[in-house]
C-alpha cells in the first residue's frame, strides 16, 4: 500500500512536470510579448524591452522553464538580469518557494496572490459539494427504491433539466428572481468566516452553491439510482432480506454500498476541478475566487499567472486522482493496490 | 457477477413473424435493437425532436437566402428607446409578424435569429464532436490493440490531458490561437470563421480522453475474439485490422457517445459566449444570444427565457436520445 502511494506521487510530479513543459511551450513560444501587456498600450518599445529584461521574458522559452522550475523549487529573486540588478539594487525582490512567477499586471508574486484567492473558491466548492452530494445520493436512492413510479420519473427528469439549462443562465435567474424580485434569499456577496461568522459565510454562499449543485446533481442522481437498481437483484441482498434484516438497514448497509465506489470517482474528479474555482459562478456572482482570477488574467494577458493557475489545478485533479484510488481500496475490500 | 439461472431462460423478447411458409423468421440484432428503441417512448419523442433540430438547422439558412426569415435586419420603431431599448408590448414584442417577439437593442425578429442560431451551434458541436471522436477512436483501438509501451503512453496522454484544466486553457489560448486562425482562414480576428475553427479544435482536443479510453475498453475483449487472429493470420496491414476488423464492431458505442457529448458542446459552446470567446455578433448563435439575453433578466423576461429554454430542450432531448440508443443497443436490454 505505502508502495503504492509512492509510487503514484512520483507519476504524479513527474505529470506535473511535463505539463509545466507543455504548458510553458503553449504560452511563452507565442507571438504574445509579456513586457508589452506589462506596461499597458502605449509603451515606449525600450520600456517594454527592459520589462522583459526584468522579468526573463527576453531570454527563449526552454530556459524561462528552467528558471520557472528552480524558482518553485528554491524560490529566485527579479530582476533577472545582473546588468539591471547592479544599476537599482534596491528594487531587487525575492519571490521565496514555491515561487511561481511575477504578475507583471497585478504587481504581486504569483504564489500571494493565488493564496489569497483560494480559500474564496474551495468555501464555494465545498459548500456547492455538500449540496449536491447529500441531493444527488438522497433522491438516486429515492428514485430507485420508487422505480417505474412517478416519482421516479420526476426525480431523473427535473435533475436532468436542471442540468440542461446553462450555469450561467441558472445563475442569473436565481440572482434575478428569488434574490432581488422575491426577495427570499439576500444577493450573495463573499464574506468571509472572519468577517461575518460561520452565518454570514454560509448564507451568502448559497445561491452559488446552489447553481452549481442544481448543474452536477444529475450525475449522481442517475448513477446512485443505476447501482441500487443494479445492486437490488444480487443474491446477497436476497439473503439480507431473507435473514429478516431491518428494511432501512438493507439499504444503507447493502445496497448503498453498491453504489459508493462510482460515487467515489465522480466526487473526487468533480470536487478536484471546482477547487481550482468554478469559472463561470465566479463570474456571475462576483466572487474573487481562482475563477474569476483566470477570466480576469487571460483578458490581460497576465501570462505568468494563468502558468501558476493552470499548474494549480492540475495539481488539484492529479491529486484527487490518488486520493480516489486510494479510497478505492479502503472502501472495497477487493480491489488489490500495488 | 454470478451465473443465474434466470439469465439462461430469459433471452430475447419472442416476437416470431410467421412467415407465409409457417417458418419463424430470424431478427438481425440491428433489427432487435430498433425494435427496443421504437418500444421505448421517451426515447422515440427525444429522436423526433432532435430530427427536428437538425431540420431546422439545415432549413433555417435556406430560409435566410429567400428572406422569409431576416436574423440580421434591425428594426428601432418596435422599441422603447426610453426603457433602454427594451421592444414595445408584452412578451418582448410578440406579434403575427415576430412570433417570438423582437430583440432588445435591435428589434431583430427572434425567431429568425434563434432558428440562424441553430445552425451555426449545430455546426460547431457536430465539428467538435467528430474531431473528438475521431482522435478517440483512432487513439483508443491503436492503445488498446497494441498494448505494452504504445498503450502505457497513450495512457499517460490521455491522464495529461483530462488533468488540464480546459475552460482555462481554452481562454487562454484564445487570443493566440484565433489570430492564428485568422492568418490562414478568410476573416480577421473578428469574424465567425477564425474564433469558429479555434473552438471546434480546443474543444475537440480536449474532448477526446474519454472516448478513447472507452473505446481501448471495448478494444481489449476484441482483439482475443477469433476474426482477429484470421486477419492476423492472413497477413492483414494493422491499418486493416484497425479500420476493417475492429472499427464495424465499435459503431454501437461511438454512435452513443457521439449524442452525449453533442449536447455538452452545445453548452460548452453557450459558456464560452458568457466568457467572451466565442463566435462574436452578429452572426447568430445560441450561445451569444444567450450570452446577451442574460443582460435583459430584469427587463426583458421572455427574451432573457427563450433561448435558454430552447438549448435546455435541445439539452436534455440529446441526453435522453443517447440513453435510448444505449439500452436499445445493449444486446442484455430486455433483462
Partial sequence: MFAYVVRRCFTGVIMLIVMSFVTYFLFFASPIDPGRFACGKSCPPALIKQTDKALGFDKPWPVQWKDFAIGVVKGRDYPEDPALRKSAPELISHCPAPCLGYSQVNLINVTTELKDKIPISVSLALVAFVMWIIGGISLGAVAALTKGSIIDRGVVGTSLVFYAFPTFWMGLFLIEFPAIKWGLVQVPSYTSIADGGVWGWLSNLFLPGLTLALFYMAGYVRITRAFVLESMSEDYLRTAKAKGLAPRKILFKHTMRAALTPIVTLAGLDLAGLLGGAIITEQVFNFNGLGKLAVDSTQTFDLPTVVGLVLLLAAFVIVANIIVDILYAVIDPRVRVG | ?335
Avoid at chain 2, 124 to 138: K, P
Avoid at chain 2, 144 to 151: E, L, N
Avoid at chain 2, 268 to 273: C, G, V
Fill in chain 2, 1 to 335: 457477477m454470478s451465473f443465474q439461472e434466470s439469465q439462461l431462460e430469459v433471452s430475447e423478447p419472442i416476437d416470431p413473424k410467421i412467415t407465409p411458409t409457417g417458418l419463424i423468421a430470424g431478427q438481425s440484432p440491428t433489427q432487435l435493437a430498433l425494435g427496443r428503441f421504437r418500444r421505448d417512448r421517451l426515447s422515440m419523442i427525444s429522436f423526433w425532436i432532435v430530427v427536428f433540430y437538425f431540420l431546422a438547422g439545415i432549413v433555417s439558412p435556406i430560409l435566410v437566402k429567400v428572406g422569409v426569415s431576416k436574423p440580421l435586419a434591425n428594426d428601432q420603431k418596435l422599441l422603447n428607446i426610453d426603457l433602454g431599448g427594451v421592444p414595445n408590448g408584452a412578451w418582448g414584442g410578440t406579434s403575427w409578424h415576430h412570433l417570438l417577439g423582437v430583440e432588445p437593442r435591435t428589434g431583430t425578429d427572434f425567431l429568425s435569429r434563434l432558428s440562424y442560431g441553430i445552425t451555426f451551434s449545430l455546426t460547431i458541436a457536430i465539428s467538435a464532436t467528430i474531431v473528438a471522436v475521431v482522435i478517440g477512436v483512432v487513439l483508443g483501438i491503436i492503445s488498446g490493440f497494441s498494448g505494452g509501451w504504445v498503450d502505457a503512453i497513450i495512457g499517460r496522454f490521455i491522464d495529461m490531458t483530462l488533468s488540464f484544466p480546459q475552460t482555462l486553457m481554452l481562454l487562454a489560448l484564445s487570443a493566440t490561437g484565433v489570430a492564428l486562425f485568422a492568418k490562414i482562414l478568410p476573416g480577421d480576428t473578428s469574424d465567425a470563421i477564425p474564433n469558429g475553427v479555434y473552438e471546434v479544435l480546443v474543444l475537440g482536443l480536449f474532448g477526446w480522453p474519454s472516448i478513447a479510453r472507452l473505446i481501448r475498453g471495448q478494444v481489449l475483449s476484441i482483439r482475443e475474439r477469433e476474426f482477429i487472429d484470421a486477419a492476423r493470420l492472413s497477413g492483414a496491414s494493422r491499418r486493416r485490422i484497425y479500420f476493417k476488423e475492429i472499427l464495424p464492431n465499435l459503431w454501437a458505442p461511438v454512435l452513443v457517445q457521439f449524442t452525449l457529448i453533442m449536447p455538452a458542446y452545445v453548452s460548452a459552446e453557450a459558456a464560452l459566449s458568457f466568457l467572451g470567446v466565442g463566435i462574436p455578433v452578429p452572426t447568430p448563435t445560441l450561445g451569444n444570444i444567450l450570452g446577451d439575453s442574460v443582460n435583459f433578466s430584469g427587463s426583458d423576461f421572455s427574451y432573457f427565457f427563450y433561448p435558454a429554454l430552447l438549448l435546455a430542450i435541445i439539452v436534455v432531448s440529446f441526453n435522453l436520445l443517447g440513453d435510448g440508443l444505449r439500452d436499445a443497443l445493449d444486446p442484455k436490454g430486455d433483462r
